[in-house]
């Protein structure tokens, strides 16, 4: 199927789910992650309509944003090694992994004068040895860590559920997530508004959105393998 049609079905479950939450639908923001695809298939998903690339190896990363640079938005939604990040902090919109101090320390040493690099803290809310990320007992200390970080703008958290047959199984993983993103976005801070949940993939989407999400990182049911 093109990505047209694969978009057309996304939207439908993403109205659906919407509709079950009393969400609005304008509450989600799909990401296209295109590591996969070539760039004519990157291009055919910007042209269905599709304003969110995600990336998550910095070689297709740059690759992706010399093609289509001012024709999206670009995620990087991998683990950043803190030594890459000079060279996607000048490129990328949106950094989705943020989980350390010494990767928060560079991407302010490298961020060009006057930017504002939107960032998530990636949390590991499935608490598997696999994932990557902060525990949520750890997450708000981290937060309050990164106030002198002024290039950085923590819009939001991320997470990453296990793979699930019965998607229903990842929906603790996901609660958790936003009612840990309730707790920092309550305490008002100005350079950690934490609105904004990246959580959900191709198998489990529909029900990261019930439970809150805002961006959904979509490769597979949207974009498919090549």
């Known amino acids: 199927m093109t990505v047209t049609n694969n978009l057309a079905h996304i939207q439908q479950t993403i109205k ?5 939450s009393n969400r609005h639908t304008d509450d ?29 190896r910095l070689e297709g990363a740059l690759q992706k944003w010399e093609a289509f640079h001012g024709q999206a938005e670009f995620h990087f939604i991998g683990s ?10 000048d490129k990328y919109d949106y950094i989705h992994s943020l989980d350390r101090l010494s990767l928060a320390k560079e991407l302010q040493k490298r961020c060009p004068e006057g930017k504002k690099l939107q960032c998530f803290v990636q949390v590991n809310t499935s608490g598997e ?13 981290f937060i309050n860590k990164l106030k002198e970080y002024s290039s950085l703008k923590v819009i939001g958290l991320m997470t990453m559920a296990p793979y ?15 009612e840990l993103r309730d707790e920092i976005h309550e305490l008002r801070l100005e350079y950690a508004p934490c609105e904004e949940l990246s959580m959900g993939m191709s198998n489990d989407f529909h029900i990261a959105i019930e439970e809150g999400a805002t961006f959904i990182r979509l490769g597979s049911t949207l974009v498919g393998h090549e």
């Open 16 to 20: 659906e789910a919407c509709s079950r």
């Open 28 to 56: 989600v923001t799909i990401i296209a992650v295109t590591k996969y695809v070539t760039l004519e298939k990157t291009k055919e998903a910007i042209e269905a309509g599709i304003h969110h690339i995600g990336e998550n």
């Open 129 to 141: 040895t696999s994932k990557s990320g902060l525990s949520p007992e750890e997450t708000l200390d």
């Open 80 to 89: 950043l090694q803190s030594k890459k990040a000079k060279h996607l902090v």
């Open 164 to 178: 699930e047959e019965d998607p229903e199984h990842t929906r603790p993983v996901f609660r958790r997530l936003r």
